[in-house]
């Protein structure tokens, strides 16, 4: 089984990572979203959020933008980062499923 989270606002793919206010979570099996749940924002802390979805057995993530220490820290766990997204985030996962979802490598900037 594979876990894909998308870092969503109000059902959508959120701007930024850390700032999502849910995290849509879905169960993939034979290539199809078998479960899927939302699970909030717990906060946004330097390094926190891909910790608590590495322990919740995430190997994907789909977001809007995202900062390179978070990045670095999935990358570090072999979870697979896409971001540069935006839409909805039920359709990023179909479209991840399918092959035809693209990292367009839009990575967040902070001072």
């Known amino acids: 089984?594979?876990?894909?989270?998308v870092a969503s606002k109000k059902g959508k793919v959120a701007d930024h990572f850390g700032h999502c206010g849910e995290?849509?979570?879905?169960?993939?099996?034979?290539?199809e979203i078998k479960r899927s749940e939302i699970v909030?924002?717990?906060g946004h802390k330097p390094?926190?959020?891909p910790i608590f979805l590495a322990d919740k057995g995430v190997n994907v993530i789909i977001s809007g933008g995202m900062g390179?220490?978070?990045?670095?820290?999935?990358?570090?766990r072999n979870i697979?980062?896409?971001?540069?997204?935006v839409g909805d985030s039920e359709n990023a996962?179909?479209?991840?499923?399918?092959?035809?979802?693209?990292?367009?490598?839009?990575?967040c900037h902070h001072d």
């Open 1 to 5: 089984m594979m876990k894909i989270a």
């Open 23 to 31: 995290f849509l979570i879905c169960d993939i099996e034979n290539n």
């Open 40 to 42: 909030a924002n717990p």
């Open 47 to 49: 390094g926190f959020l």
């Open 68 to 76: 390179m220490g978070a990045i670095n820290i999935f990358n570090e």
């Open 80 to 85: 697979e980062v896409v971001v540069g997204i």
């Open 93 to 107: 996962v179909e479209d991840y499923l399918q092959g035809s979802l693209r990292s367009a490598g839009n990575i």
